[in-house]
């Protein structure tokens, strides 16, 4: 099983940060057309959850690991409606027993690349640049949504 390493998402972090506007939208853009369907699956819960900094942060997240993914020389499969259907009903059980439990290896063995997970849990809970701590409503978003992003982006790895 590929895993993601914490040097690529790091990596990745600093190479997003660093690029320009223009640069950054051509990046996204490259990225997100890959995975037009996952990525519309993904936004479509910041449309739900009425939150538009939602969108900002999956939107963030999702072109860091798949960023980490191309440094890593890490290929993945389209993400299609089939595969998210499939998902779908695993995931929410899994949520709600992780919910009820808060046995965090519910989350570890759905996504099962820890070093993504730890990258997730360390933003939503860590500290920014400015010491400002993300709002509880929309950590537990980012959580619920980032869980099944990098869940349905290991599911994608191409096996060799």
Do not use: W
């Amino acid at each position: 099983m590929t895993q993601i390493t914490e040097k690529y998402i790091t990596e990745a972090t600093l190479k997003i940060d660093g690029l320009t506007e223009d640069s950054l939208e051509k990046l996204s853009e490259a990225h997100v057309l890959a995975q037009e369907a996952f990525v519309g699956y993904i936004l479509s819960s910041a449309v739900e959850y009425e939150n538009d900094a939602l969108l900002d942060y999956l939107i963030y997240y999702f072109n860091i690991f798949s960023e980490a993914f191309a440094l890593q020389g890490v290929k993945m499969n389209k993400i299609d409606e089939a595969m998210i259907d499939e998902f779908q009903e695993e995931y929410i059980q899994t949520l709600d027993e992780y919910m009820e439990t808060d046995d965090e290896d519910l989350i570890g063995s759905l996504c099962n690349q820890p070093m993504m997970v730890s990258f997730l849990l360390h933003e939503i809970t860590g500290e920014d640049e400015t010491g400002e701590v993300m709002e509880e409503d929309l950590a537990s978003h980012v959580f619920i949504v980032g869980v099944a992003l990098i869940a349905l982006m290991n599911r994608a790895i191409v096996r060799d």
